[in-house]
């Protein structure tokens, strides 16, 4: 019966489908999806992914696969920038690591493409949504505290938010992202930039083996060097528990991951501060920051920068030790996002950052007056990297780079290619500003989790790849259950575009310390 229900509804679909004109379907979609208008391809769903959605409906329920029109599916299409968005064919919401088993033998038997979203804060087009079939994590939302131990259980369905506000009141933290709206999944997977404070926040604010920057990397490390393990679900839907022993796989994890093992530490007090400089006062905001990187020496002292270029104004935003809450810039419907590494941020390195600020933003106004530009720079020291091992981001754990990253929102989908031309423009101009300076930036890798759809594979684990690639090869050449996660294939640059090689994937899905492989 269940199988003759979810079969009707497929042909429902196709009937529906046939009875609505392209221009009808693109109306539709504008007038549920504003943001999608531009995607109209991404709408006119293959009739095959409508049948995997059904076979899946039928090994699941009803109630854990949802379709266009459900609150459900619009919540699990909806990502931070909607230009990150695409319309699945079907959401589903798996409870249980053995769910997403199921899930992906399905998937790995009709070979149809997918993504795998957690947060849903990713800027890069594709990377966790598909026209395929949507896998949102949100059920996994478990938080186990093992205080004996030491460690916590945090799943992959959660919001940074959510961890801190369960964990912060029993005095206890790991270390996580300063952005609490961000998904735990794809922060941790894809690298993870946090700012895990010395104690109790006044305010609680997607690894890959792989990176993670936060309020307590100069105590602590990255993120990825706070992980003591992973439940997996490996390609042919077996669910297993990755440690440190597991070498390869712990390495570059293949398959999806469902929920993290975190080292906890005790959370005290924490004293932070916001300020905004504006005018003259910025000039001498900006040599603040330059004397606090190189004067100040407390580890357990850490400060983040942003020059903001919003209706016409540039200022300086000062954000010391703290967790954030929200963003407190609006958001947008779209936007991108890109990082560049630094050894140091000097004066005139600085004093870059605001010029780029300011010009960009002027520039990209002119495109769309409702534009935002945004110029972040990251303050640690530089030793962070002393307190872990090998893992697939940074490639060389001898040199440490310190994070910048530029983002912009905008509204209008005509100011998108003038929008990345800047943004690779302005990368450029910066990594040119640090090597006037005195800096040695050959081979420094972008950190994953803000790099630009484009950025090759080399560029941000270098000599790793290769490692990385040998694994998958090894992985595919065992398993019997052969899926292609198309962001994980190990091209030599990743794709904006929708890449029609079945499993699209999200951040969620890659390997342990790499996006994309």
């Not at 993504?115 to 395929?132: D, E």
């Not at 990209?364 to 962070?384: A, G």
């Not at 800047?422 to 040119?432: D, G, N, P, Y």
Request: glycine content about 8%.
């Amino acid at each position: 019966m269940l199988r003759a229900i979810t079969l009707e509804r497929a042909l429902i679909f196709f009937a529906t489908l046939a009875a609505i004109t392209p221009s009808e379907a693109n109306h539709d979609l504008e007038s549920r999806y504003p943001h999608e208008a531009a995607h109209e391809e991404s709408f006119m769903t293959d009739d095959s992914h409508v049948v995997t959605c059904a076979r899946i409906e039928e090994s699941l329920s009803t109630s854990q696969v949802f379709y266009k029109g459900s609150p459900e599916f619009s919540g699990d299409m909806s990502h931070w920038a909607y230009s990150s968005s695409q319309v699945s064919a079907c959401s589903v919401r798996p409870e249980t690591p053995e769910e997403v088993g199921i899930i992906l033998r399905e998937l790995a038997l009709t070979r149809t493409p997918f993504a795998v979203k957690s947060g849903g804060h990713s800027l890069n087009p594709g990377f966790s949504s598909t026209p395929g079939v949507h896998i949102s994590l949100r059920r996994m939302d478990d938080i186990v505290v093992y205080e004996d131990s030491k460690i916590v259980e945090i799943g992959a369905g959660l919001t940074w938010i959510d961890v801190y506000a369960y964990l912060v009141p029993k005095g206890i933290n790991v270390v996580g992202a300063r952005l609490s709206t961000v998904g735990v999944g794809g922060y941790t997977l894809g690298g993870g930039d946090s700012f895990l404070s010395t104690g109790k926040a006044h305010s609680v604010g997607e690894l890959k083996n792989s990176a993670g920057y936060s309020w307590k990397t100069n105590q602590y490390g990255l993120t990825v060097d706070n992980i003591v393990g992973y439940e997996l679900v490996l390609p042919n839907g077996q669910v297993k528990v990755v440690t440190e022993k597991d070498e390869d796989l712990w390495f570059a994890l293949k398959g999806i991951v469902t929920k993290f093992t975190f080292k906890l530490y005790e959370q005290t007090d924490v004293w932070a501060a916001s300020l905004n400089f504006e005018g003259n006062l910025m000039e001498d905001a900006q040599k603040a920051f330059a004397t606090f990187q190189t004067q100040e020496h407390d580890h357990k002292g850490a400060q983040q920068g942003k020059f903001i270029y919003s209706n016409g104004t540039v200022y300086l935003h000062r954000l010391l030790y703290g967790f954030i809450s929200g963003l407190f810039l609006p958001t947008y419907e779209r936007g991108y996002f890109d990082g560049v590494p630094m050894v140091r941020f000097t004066e005139p390195v600085i004093e870059a950052y605001a010029n780029e600020t300011k010009f960009w933003g002027e520039t990209l106004s002119r495109h769309d007056e409702s534009v935002i530009v945004v110029y972040t720079f990251d303050l640690y020291e530089h030793n962070f990297l002393t307190h872990g091992g090998q893992s697939a981001y940074p490639p060389d754990r001898s040199r440490a780079f310190l994070t910048s990253n530029i983002y912009v929102g905008w509204s209008e989908k005509s100011a998108d290619k003038p929008t990345e031309h800047a943004i690779r423009s302005s990368h450029a101009t910066l990594v040119a500003a640090g090597i006037k300076d005195g800096q040695d930036l050959k081979d420094a890798p972008p950190y994953p989790n803000y790099a630009l759809f484009g950025t090759g594979l080399e560029e941000m684990y270098g000599e790793h790849v290769r490692r990385l690639r040998e694994i998958r090869r090894s992985s595919t050449s065992k398993s019997p259950h052969r899926i292609t996660f198309a962001n994980n294939i190990l091209s030599l640059r990743l794709t904006q575009n929708y890449d029609t090689t079945p499993g699209r994937t999200g951040w969620t899905l890659a390997a342990t310390n790499c996006p994309g492989v």
